[in-house]
C-alpha cells in the first residue's frame, strides 16, 4: 500500500513561486501514475496535474497551463509540482495522489493520496 506525504506549502504573495513535494513510501513507484489536485475555501477538489508512471506524460487544468510544472523522479519516489506566478485564486490545500490507473488518478478516483499541504497566496 503507497503512503504519500505531502510537503512545500506556505504562504507566498502574488506572482511568487512554490515547488510542493509528494514522497511515497511502499509500493513500486514507477508503477504509478500521479496527479495533484487542490481544494480552495468554499470549493470542490479540482484536479491541478497528472503524469504517467513513466514520466513521459503530463496533462494539466487549463487554470495551471503555463504556470506550473509536474515532474518525478522515480528514483526518488518523489513527484514534484513546480508553482510559478501564483495568483490568489490558487489558495487551497494541494493533495497528491496515486494510483496504477491514469484514468482513475486524472479523474479523483484514486486509491492513494496524501493528506494535504496549504498553499496561501496573498495579493
Known amino acids: 500500500q503507497v503512503q504519500l506525504v505531502e510537503f512545500g506549502g506556505g504562504l507566498v504573495q502574488a506572482g511568487g513561486s512554490l515547488r510542493l513535494t509528494c514522497a511515497a513510501s511502499r509500493g513500486t513507484f514507477s508503477s504509478y501514475s500521479m496527479a495533484w489536485f487542490r481544494q480552495g475555501p468554499g470549493k470542490e477538489r479540482e484536479f491541478v496535474a497528472l503524469?504517467?508512471?513513466?514520466?513521459?506524460?503530463?496533462v494539466y487544468a487549463d487554470s495551471v497551463k503555463g504556470r506550473f510544472t509536474i515532474s518525478r523522479d522515480n528514483g526518488k519516489s518523489t513527484v514534484y509540482l513546480q508553482m510559478n506566478f501564483l495568483k490568489p485564486e490558487d489558495t487551497a490545500v494541494y493533495y497528491c495522489?496515486?494510483?496504477?490507473?491514469?484514468?482513475?488518478?486524472?479523474?479523483?478516483?484514486?486509491?492513494?493520496w496524501g493528506q494535504g499541504t496549504q498553499v496561501t497566496v496573498s495579493s
Open positions: 495522489a496515486a494510483d496504477r490507473d491514469i484514468i482513475s488518478v486524472g479523474t479523483g478516483r484514486a486509491n492513494y
Open positions: 503524469i504517467s508512471d513513466s514520466g513521459e506524460s503530463t
